[in-house]
């Protein structure tokens, strides 16, 4: 079983639409949780970091249940330029490296 | 501005040949990583290293090598290149502490024949 997993995808869905993604993790030892986006072919960039009590940037929700280890990012309205693969990353206790998931395709269309 | 920089960006070699693809970084960060992007697999750590002259090994270290002389550069050798290292490789930096942004370097995509 991989240490982080997602839905690979793809989402399709239309502008304007919310779309939801849930990450799940396997080690409880887990400290810190992340959002990062990687559009086609570049590299990974910080979207947003996720809080235990749950945090929002403009139209971006993230929130963490340590109880059923899993994380999820909330987008609504989305938009053309949405569209990229997000990846949810765990940092390990003690480790510092960071733990990708295998990332989740999003594509809106017009 | 606060940058990674990889080199090269693309590189085709033959199996067998020695290579090695730099990474450095202007933000006096202490950690340092390397990473491989494969379709269905994710991102996967090779080597990481917490600071000068200190390097362990990620989840995927066969194969490669690193060293850190210096705060700022992470190079990753491949000493024997093989196929089934044809892969889109990031190097990326970050301060300490379990809340702090990673940045990535643009990727360096490699193809062994």
């Known amino acids: 079983r991989k240490e982080v997993e997602q839905d690979p995808g793809p989402f399709n869905v239309p502008e304007g639409a919310t779309v939801a993604f849930n990450c799940t993790y396997s080690?409880?030892?887990?400290?810190?949780f992340f959002w990062y986006r990687q559009d086609c072919r570049k590299e990974p960039k910080l979207l947003m970091s996720v809080y235990s009590s749950g945090n929002e940037d403009g139209r971006f929700t993230a929130q963490l249940n340590r109880a059923s280890q899993y994380i999820s990012l909330l987008i609504r309205d989305s938009k053309l330029s949405d569209s990229a693969t997000y990846l949810c990353?765990?940092?390990?206790?003690?480790?510092?490296?960071?733990?990708f998931g295998s990332g989740t395709r999003l594509q809106v269309q017009p | 501005e606060a940058q990674v920089t990889q080199n090269p960006r693309y590189l085709i070699t033959v199996t067998g040949k020695k290579l090695t693809v730099t990474c450095s970084q202007n933000m006096n960060h202490e950690y340092m990583s390397w990473y491989r992007q494969d379709p269905g697999l994710g991102l996967r750590q090779i080597y990481y290293?917490?600071?000068?002259?200190?390097?362990d090994k990620g989840d995927v270290p066969e194969g490669y090598k690193v060293s850190r002389k210096e705060k700022r550069n992470f190079p990753l050798i491949l000493e024997s290149p093989s196929p089934n290292q044809t892969s889109l490789y990031f190097c990326?930096?970050?301060?300490?502490?379990?809340?702090?942004?990673?940045?990535f370097g643009q990727g360096t995509r490699l193809t062994v024949v």
């Open positions: 080690n409880s030892a887990s400290q810190s």
């Open positions: 290293s917490m600071n000068v002259e200190v390097t």
């Open positions: 990326a930096s970050n301060s300490p502490g379990g809340n702090t942004e990673a940045f």
């Open positions: 990353v765990v940092v390990y206790t003690g480790r510092r490296a960071l733990t």
